[in-house]
């Protein structure tokens, strides 16, 4: 069995149109059409409750390529040398392994992230990645408002120089990764078996798709293209015109990766691997977009808008296709449930995630109880389950309870008028870490130390 792994950034689950039944999120931005990721998902099992653990970006990788959780114990850090990732279990068991991606914090001097993999593509300039030294050729003032600070204007400076060039769709980032994947799947097909790790940084901030996807935009908007919004509270720096400019900035650049993972669904079809493959596209996160009165990601916004990921996992045929689960997932949990799959799951032995292969296979349509979301170094932690939410919060704030199923936005703070609720879920922090402290033994070591350990 292969395995491919696609890793999309900061992609809302409620913009793609399979999780939103084609439902405008905000009023006066159409809602983000993505045909191809629908088309495929008919032969996948689609989950609806799949959260990471520790945020943002580089924590949570570190769940999914090693079955360890990473909040409470880390941030954002390279990965050391006790730490097992995937690529490396895999390349012993001889497996050819590859990278692409234009996630630039990958290749972060240190971080040490491709390791076990045979080969390793870049794709450059994305973000703020320092890639192109000379200055924009294009106007700043023209993609910034008067409220935007100097430090936000050289962000922007530096993602317009890396994208002067970019006049034909296949410049792209997200365009550039699929292509190189391709020709990587198209080399390495003659291999008995063969581990691709995809990861697309759009549709990460900033945002500015191809004109043939930017179709979410008022057409009539007459203000600067705010590609890159700022933190703070929106108030404080943008119109309400501009804020509805930003969304449908964000719904064109999702459609456009839509547009390109199609491209590399078809190759997938044509190259044989939908019969042979574990073929999983999941993101690290969301993104906020004001829905609380702030953009980008934040400690202080535990929200659906940021925890909630679409999970996609077609087995090879397409086995089970087409089936929808509500059960609660974790990423400390994908690892597991992929070894196991390939027949590797004597590999898990001192991971912290929990196999839900029964879920798969149907067996099952629970899991976890409750899932718990937070930044390392931040003072909010979330724990939620099917149908409640419990922000904890810094002592000098008032803490924050949501019914998913009454009130999916979390407009509407309960968390006086269920305190029972709250309660039932706040002893839920001390038994998942206690269990995860039990297991911190990683790697090699594990497999004779904890043998027989597992979390329930």
């Not at 880390?74 to 895999?90: C, F, H, K, Q, S």
């Not at 070894?339 to 149907?362: C, D, H, T, W, Y």
């Not at 937070?374 to 919060?393: A, K, M, V």
Request: proline residues 7%; hydrophobic residues 35%.
């Amino acid at each position: 069995m292969n395995l491919i792994f696609i890793m999309l950034d900061s992609f809302r689950q409620d913009h793609i149109s399979l999780y939103n039944r084609c439902k405008p999120v905000f009023e006066g931005v159409p809602a983000c059409q993505t045909p191809r990721i629908d088309e495929f998902a008919r032969e996948c099992i689609v989950f609806e409750n799949a959260y990471p653990c520790g945020l943002p970006t580089m924590p949570v990788r570190y769940e999914l390529m090693t079955g360890q959780y990473s909040l409470p114990f880390r941030g954002w850090m390279p990965l050391t040398p006790e730490d097992l990732p995937v690529a490396e279990i895999l390349h012993r068991e001889g497996y050819v392994c590859g990278l692409v991606a234009d996630t630039y914090h990958f290749r972060a001097p240190g971080m040490n992230y491709h390791r076990g993999f045979h080969s390793y593509q870049w794709v450059r300039g994305q973000e703020f990645d320092p890639w192109v030294s000379s200055p924009t050729r294009r106007s700043i003032d023209n993609y910034v408002n008067e409220h935007y600070t100097t430090e936000w204007r050289t962000r922007v400076g530096q993602f317009l120089a890396n994208t002067d060039d970019f006049t034909e769709e296949k410049h792209w980032f997200p365009a550039q990764v699929v292509e190189q994947a391709i020709d990587w799947l198209k080399k390495n097909r003659k291999h008995k078996r063969i581990f691709l790790w995809i990861d697309s940084f759009d549709p990460h901030e900033p945002w500015d798709p191809p004109r043939r996807f930017d179709t979410y935009t008022d057409p009539d908007y007459k203000g600067p293209r705010l590609i890159l919004p700022m933190g703070g509270e929106t108030e404080d720096w943008a119109t309400d015109e501009q804020i509805r400019f930003i969304r449908g900035l964000y719904a064109g650049e999702a459609a456009f990766v839509d547009h390109c993972f199609g491209a590399l669904f078809d190759a997938l079809r044509d190259l044989g691997y939908c019969d042979d493959s574990l073929i999983i596209i999941t993101a690290d996160h969301g993104h906020p977009l004001a829905d609380h009165g702030k953009f980008l990601k934040g400690t202080d916004r535990m929200y659906s808008e940021l925890l909630k990921v679409p999970f996609l996992v077609r087995l090879p045929g397409g086995e089970s296709g087409g089936r929808r689960t509500g059960a609660l997932v974790q990423f400390p949990d994908v690892l597991p449930t992929i070894l196991e799959l390939m027949g590797l799951g004597n590999n898990n032995i001192a991971m912290q995630g929990r196999s839900f292969v029964p879920v798969l296979k149907g067996e099952n349509n629970t899991h976890r109880q409750a899932v718990i979301v937070g930044f390392n170094r931040g003072l909010h932690r979330c724990i939620r389950d099917q149908i409640w939410s419990y922000i904890q919060t810094p002592p000098d704030e008032p803490d924050e309870l949501y019914n998913l199923r009454d009130d999916p936005q979390e407009q509407h703070n309960l968390i006086d008028d269920h305190p029972e609720e709250a309660q039932r879920l706040s002893t839920q922090f001390g038994n998942v870490f206690r269990q995860v402290v039990s297991r911190t033994i990683k790697g090699v070591q594990g497999e004779y130390e904890m043998a027989s350990a597992s979390i329930e």
